[in-house]
């Protein structure tokens, strides 16, 4: 039991470092990919299959071997609702009849994802134990964490300028917020609560995954296994997490439901149970917990004909290329290198592992913007801060290829949206006054200054072929409210996976180079290490400053 615990905590320690150093970091997509369920669903709706599902199938073998050793000792998501019941659970004995819901409804959702995973649409998101507990981390725990280091920085500001603690003076915290922070917490309240019903409810009842295990765990090579000395007590039954043990025959275990937690073992009072090789015991029909062949196709078929219904949802809007079947979500710029939108959507698992490495803080979970389908996936927020065009974390961080891993020096060519100005609100055209600010912060150079004999001051005009839709002069434009200046999604290149973005941006026209100025000091530095842009001659100015009339 202490081992197990020991486990359980080291592999939760791996999981929280990786997620905290996701896109630095190399494999940090790693627990991800370990989900058999999460990488299957999203390779069936994608049609593709890679060598980074290798994970997957190790854990698979392992459930073979040693039945769902993966649930009870590594899976995260196990560790946390484990820790959680300990807090609010209440003792209870295990009784066939007080079960709330039947533990085959795991397998009937199992087959509900999987089902729609046929059509090419995944629900997985809402299910997969790893995108789950990922998401909660990234966007509910790691924020809140750091808000609370902030304040205690504030707290210690007054004795560190005392001491002249220097580090401690002017360390900086950043401060990610996402928008679908309190949705994410009041469901994961709700698993942790359902702890008062049954411990390990999620697990037990629920987890798509671990239903999956449990299929392929029913005759495992190491199992558990009773001696002679049994005087059919029933402790075990009582105690055992998973409801796994029968308590009126406790020499029958459901090995599809045993996480190999050992706990029957170590409170044995005769000492009667040992785990390892050796013949399995028959379990009865009645005793065993398999899903019934009818009630597991008609599931299929249910998530086969909710993801059609969904299909012909009027989600979308029609793009320059309806005719070829190309389809884009209205004024939805999704992350650098994500694939087209039909298939982006079948294989994003919405684990929010991209949005948790974005230095920047743009990537944000959208709600219904891209319709059903398009909940909880990611979309560039340039209003909140713009997409560094020469960071590449969120492509290497999506476990599935969804988002594209880009090299380093194609990134620049990565045109994923494209700025339009808006004159009635735009302070140059409208308001007649002087106002830079889009040309100032552009790194493609891509906005001119027009000298209007009508107008005041030079108006702004966007050099489409020269922009890509980066954000910057969103984020930056003065204009309270709504932006004069917004990133649309117009000519973005959505690319299968192995195209050129240099060779497709070339082909169409695009000249998207970066341009160095002389800009802020954090324009300069970037976000994260090995973003620097270097420094160059400042361009000349086309006018006067941001902010200052004539005459002012």
């Known amino acids: 039991m202490r081992f197990r615990r020991t486990a359980q905590a080291v592999f939760l320690a791996i999981f929280l470092l990786i997620l905290a150093g996701a896109g630095p970091i190399a ?67 295990i009784d066939e009849n007080s079960r709330p819901i039947s533990p085959r409804l795991k397998y009937y959702i199992l087959a509900f994802i999987a089902g729609a995973a046929l059509t090419g649409v995944t629900f997985v998101f809402w299910a997969a134990p790893l995108s ?50 309190i949705f994410v917490l009041m469901f994961f309240a709700a698993v942790f609560a359902a702890s008062r019903f049954s411990p390990r ?38 105690k ?18 045993c996480i190999v937690c050992r706990q029957c073992a170590q ?71 994500a694939l087209p939108e039909f298939d982006f959507l079948a294989a994003c698992v919405r684990c929010g592992q991209c949005m948790s490495a974005c230095p920047t803080n743009t990537l944000q979970p959208v709600w219904f913007e891209a319709g059903f389908l398009g909940i909880f996936s990611p979309a560039v927020t340039p209003r909140r801060k713009y997409c560094d065009p020469e960071c590449t974390a969120c492509g290497r961080v999506c476990p599935t290829g969804a988002i594209s891993r880009i090299r380093a ?7 994923i949206g494209t700025a339009v100005i808006y004159r009635q609100q735009c302070l140059a055209w409208e308001y007649e006054k ?34 890509s839709g980066c954000g910057h002069c969103e984020h930056a434009c003065p204009v309270y409210n709504r932006a004069a200046i917004v990133v649309t999604p117009m000519n973005a290149l959505r690319l299968s996976p192995g195209e050129s973005f240099e060779y497709e941006a070339k082909s169409r026209g695009f000249d998207l180079r970066l341009e160095p100025k002389d800009k802020t000091a954090e324009t300069r530095a970037g976000p994260y290490p090995g973003s620097e842009i270097p420094d160059a001659p400042p361009r000349e100015s086309k006018g006067l400053p941001p902010g200052f009339d004539e005459g002012g």
């Open 409 to 415: 020096q194609e990134r620049a060519w990565v045109k």
């Open 132 to 181: 789950l507990i990922t998401r909660f981390y990234a966007m509910v725990v790691y924020p809140v964490l750091l808000l609370i280091i902030d304040a205690a920085l504030s707290l210690l500001y007054p004795l560190a300028s005392l001491l002249d603690i220097r580090p401690l003076m002017f360390a900086e915290i950043p401060n990610p917020r996402y928008s679908a922070q």
């Open 240 to 257: 055992c997490p998973m409801g796994a043990i029968d308590r009126d025959s406790p020499q029958i275990t459901r090995h599809s439901e």
């Open 267 to 337: 409170i044995c009072p005769q000492n009667a149970i040992y785990f390892g090789t050796g013949p399995i015991e028959n379990i009865p029909l009645r005793e065993s917990v398999s899903p019934g062949r009818r009630q597991f196709l008609v599931s299929g078929l249910a998530g086969a004909a909710t993801a059609a219904v969904t299909l012909t949802g009027l989600h979308v809007v029609a793009g320059d290329e309806a005719e070829k079947g190309v389809v884009r979500p209205a004024r939805l710029i999704r992350p650098p290198g």
């Open 27 to 93: 494999g940090s997509d790693l627990f991800l990919r370990m989900d058999p369920v999460l990488i299957g669903v999203a390779a069936l709706a994608g049609r593709a299959l890679a060598w980074a599902f290798i994970p997957a199938l190790i854990v698979f073998v392992s459930a073979v071997l040693f039945g769902r050793i993966f649930c009870g000792y590594i899976c995260p998501m196990g560790t946390t609702i484990d820790a959680t019941d300990t807090c609010i659970s209440r003792p209870r004995s």
């Open 201 to 238: 409810f999620w697990c037990r009842y629920l987890c798509p995954s671990g239903a999956f295990l449990g299929m392929v765990s029913r005759k495992p090579l190491i199992r558990r296994h009773l001696e002679s000395g049994c005087n059919q007590c029933g402790i075990c039954a009582d």
């Open 434 to 467: 002087s106002c830079m600010v889009c040309d100032e912060v552009c790194p493609y150079d891509a906005v001119e200054f027009e000298k209007r004999p009508d107008l005041a001051y030079p108006v702004p005009h966007v050099i489409e072929d020269k922009c």
